[in-house]
């Protein structure tokens, strides 16, 4: 099974967000927004405006993504975690905006409070947030429940039966004795439910039962836990050297 895009994003992602981002800058120094335009010429706003926005794109970035990801396993609305990471974003951002305007313009010293910086941010940051909703999918509509879907309460009583968890978009996937059903709920607490059932997340989708594991398969780097339903669990670089401390890898896997 391939594994997701990490939390961060891609190296792809990453370089169209920020050209994109300098491109901006490179607009709004031209045209001056802010009172900018009489500070003096184009050169010194253009390398003003897009020092911010890569710096803008580079916190927002960061933070929306951890934020959106966050959401997700815990299950608040991401659509509320990325404007709070925004919002907060919007804090050091503001701090860089104004060492950049009293390095590029020092008469200018005093004349603009970081609440004026921020509230600039803040309107700035608007199309960054849009670009994030729409990249987290929050205007995505949820599909409805499958008839089969259960809630997370319904796994508990079956924890010992449990084999493995795996992440289907937005539902779970709980793999028993007896076959497998779908479970509404984030991943956290799904697994939470099985209380103090032997087993750990081995994967970012992926949680294991200890009684089910009867082999390791190694292809190259990759390992993968081959299960007793014959299913493989692929386990990620970060949980190697967990599993390995509790016993479930041999010492030079």
Known sequence: MASKPPSLGTAREWAIELAVGAGLGVFLGVIGPFGSFSNGGASPRILHFV?????????????????????????????LALVAAGVVGCAPLSLFVGWMV????????????????????LMLSAPALLYMFFRQGVFKRTPPLPAAVEMASDVRPLAGEVLCLRMEDHYVRVHTLKGSRLVAGPFERVIAGLGDHEGMKVHRSWWVSRAAVVAVEVDGRNLKLRLSNDLRAPVSRASVAKLRQVGWLPAET
């Open 102 to 121: 009293t390095r590029m313009w020092p008469f200018l010293t005093g004349r603009f409070s970081l609440l004026d910086m921020y509230g600039q941010c």
């Open 51 to 79: 020092a911010c926005f890569l710096v803008g794109t580079t916190i927002f970035g960061v933070l929306q993504r951890l934020a959106a990801d966050w959401a997700r396993r815990t299950g608040v609305p991401v659509w």
